[in-house]
């Protein structure tokens, strides 16, 4: 056939009017409206009940840990997050009328929280769970609205972001939402406890677990259908919280309440890196709660319910420690100048009741990286007390932290040694120097 | 065993198990006594020492780790006499009241100022937080790092000493 130019015009007109048609969905998709600015409501306004029951509730979410800088004011945001897209600032979530959500209504507030969208009509960054906070009931969102609204307010402005060209721009996020975000209210399930159940909803809602301990794909979504198989965070491994979790067979449900409520349990290790911080928060949580979560996690990992743990008896005390120091004899000495006034089986470590190195599942973990984490950063007390073990980075070069800790699996596990760890112990000291 | 190690400029032989803590063998083999034990755990920081320029707690160094690379001590720093910058500014501000932190102190101050002669308020809390003053003199101690970047600010500005 011919193209005529009453073909073209056609073609032209068709193409223009797809164009229009598209540019006007994603403007419908993209646009929000700005909710109506309202003068700060009176602390006394809220129900005092209601704000104790929003403090819990905010605890659960550890809305804190983000929402404040190192030695900041409390909630006022302005903490530095480090993404893979360039790095946010949290924002004031101080009763602040400029620079807080002072003048935001709870309907503002409960959008930004299950939307991710602002006061204002603009897109808010996924660094903010809102695809778990969609979860979450109303009645609970009116108590943290609550407990949020009855802080003291701060004046402090976030620093602009800092992120990779072109995803300042904030439509986008309309779109990053249209693939990730699913709305969904939380379904509670009939053949489970009631126990089981408040544990889902605090664990894919409030206090999502998933926004470390899911891979994320490309875009930054949590994955479908890989929930809880393990993630990453700020340079730390973040286990799988299912049966492929390497030491699923030692936890069950006592043993994880233990390890959420203290940061340490026996059997286990000492929350490392950012969990840390969820630990330190989740101590200040009722115990009904983070039995729930503990119990819904169990699950998880034992989803036929067989959760008594034998294997940990077993596993608990091993020491090869003449195997180990025939293989690494520069290591055996060096773990006994630097590490056995802690870490020894005789030594006051765990006299005291904290857990063996034969017990610490990062020693027996596939991937090293939270073992050379450990050594490279140590364990900082997340409050005022807590675990604590101090950073070697400086103190042992590539070389000899690999043997360490080559040593240390040989000697305290039954697992096979670590490849490349030399290459790896590198790879993460540069990463953390970024 | 005979282990040598390079102290202040200096090299040294010394008669030690390589788990030997770096302490021991500065305090006993060497009498390089600045370096205080404290904890023993790394934990409290009176055994601040540098190698290869970064502060380590001596107490969990063991000096078998050391072939090759440079340690130094407060008594690497200045003298009696003539004391350096930031020993200077810690006398200056009375920073110390029992002083037994105080060797821990100017080292892991001297650490970061010798990477970065203007920290802010922030880059200096997070720095000195591994090391404990139990007499409570923190604030006279950030107080003294601060005089010391103050300092070498200035003397960079007029090509001064130091």
Redesign the interface.
């Known amino acids: 056939m011919k193209l005529s130019k009453r073909h073209l015009a056609i073609g032209a007109a068709f193409v223009s009017a797809m164009i229009v048609t598209g540019i006007g969905i994603a403007a419908w998709i993209v646009y929000e409206p700005a909710l109506p600015e309202i003068a700060r409501p009176s602390p006394s306004s809220f129900d005092r009940g209601l704000v104790a029951k929003g403090e819990q509730l905010a605890t659960v979410g550890d809305c804190i840990v983000c929402h404040t800088a190192?030695?900041g004011a409390p909630f006022a945001g302005a903490r530095a997050l480090p993404t893979p897209f360039g790095t946010l600032f949290s924002n004031n979530i101080t009763p602040d009328e400029k620079t807080g959500i002072g003048a935001w209504s709870l309907a503002a507030f409960s959008r930004a929280m299950r939307q991710g969208v602002g006061r204002d009509g603009s897109h808010l960054y996924p660094a903010l769970p809102y695809e778990h906070f969609t979860h979450v009931s109303d009645d609970d969102l009116k108590a943290i609205y609550a407990f949020l609204m009855t802080r003291q307010p701060v004046s402090q402005q976030a620093p602009e972001n800092q992120l990779l060209p072109g995803l300042g721009f904030r439509p986008l996020l309309a779109g990053w939402k249209l693939l990730f975000l699913r709305q969904t209210a939380f379904e509670p399930q009939a053949n489970e406890s009631a126990e089981w159940n408040r544990g889902k909803y605090l664990v894919d809602g409030l206090a999502h677990c998933g926004g470390c301990h899911t891979p994320r794909n490309l875009g930054g979504g949590e994955e479908k259908g890989r929930e809880f198989a393990g993630g990453v965070a700020e340079g730390w491994n973040a286990p799988a919280l299912d049966t492929t979790n390497p030491s699923a067979a030692t936890w069950n449900a006592d043993s994880l309440f233990a390890y959420l409520k203290t940061g340490s349990n026996r059997e286990h290790s000492a929350a490392g890196g950012p969990m840390g911080p969820v630990a330190e928060g989740l101590s200040r949580l009722n115990d009904a709660d983070v039995r729930a979560i503990a119990v819904y996690v169990a699950s998880r990992m034992h989803p036929s319910r067989d959760g008594a743990p034998a294997a940990v008896a077993a596993e608990a005390g091993i020491d090869n420690r003449s195997a180990a120091a025939a293989a690494h004899p520069?290591a055996d000495?060096?773990f006994?100048?630097?590490c056995s006034?802690?870490h020894a089986p005789s030594a006051p470590m765990n006299v005291n009741g904290r857990p063996l190195l034969s017990s610490t599942s990062d020693l027996k973990a596939d991937d090293p990286r939270n073992a050379v984490q450990t050594l490279l950063r140590g364990i900082e007390p997340p409050g005022e007390k807590g675990p604590?073990?101090?950073s070697?980075?400086?103190?042992?070069?590539d070389r000899?932290l690999a043997e360490l800790l080559a040593y240390a699996r040989a000697r305290f596990t039954n697992k096979p040694a670590w490849p490349d760890l030399e290459a790896a112990v590198g790879d993460i000291r540069k990463e953390n120097a970024e | 065993m005979t282990i040598s190690i390079s102290v202040n400029g200096e090299g040294h032989e010394v008669e030690a198990d390589p788990d030997t803590p770096l302490l021991y063998v500065l305090r006993d083999d060497l009498e390089l006594n600045g370096a205080k034990y404290g904890c023993g755990l790394g934990q409290c920081g009176a055994c601040t020492v540098h190698v290869d320029g970064m502060p380590v707690f001596s107490c969990l160094t063991p000096v078998g780790l050391l072939e090759g690379r440079k340690v130094r001590t407060i008594e690497g720093l200045g003298t009696a006499e003539k004391p350096n910058v930031v020993q200077k500014a810690f006398q200056d501000e009375q920073a110390a009241q029992c002083g037994y932190c105080i060797a821990g102190m100017i080292m892991r101050a001297q650490a970061l100022l010798d990477r970065n002669p203007s920290p802010t308020e922030e880059q200096i809390r997070v720095h000195m937080q591994p090391n404990l003053c139990r007499c409570g003199t923190h604030a006279r101690i950030l107080r003294a790092v601060h005089r010391a970047s103050l300092e070498l600010s200035l003397a960079s500005v007029t090509g001064g000493a130091q």
Do not use: D, I, K, W
Request: proline share 10%; glycine share 10%; aromatic share 10%.
């Open positions: 190192p030695n520069e000495l060096l006994e100048g630097a006034g802690c604590y073990m101090p070697f980075s400086n103190t042992v070069t000899q």
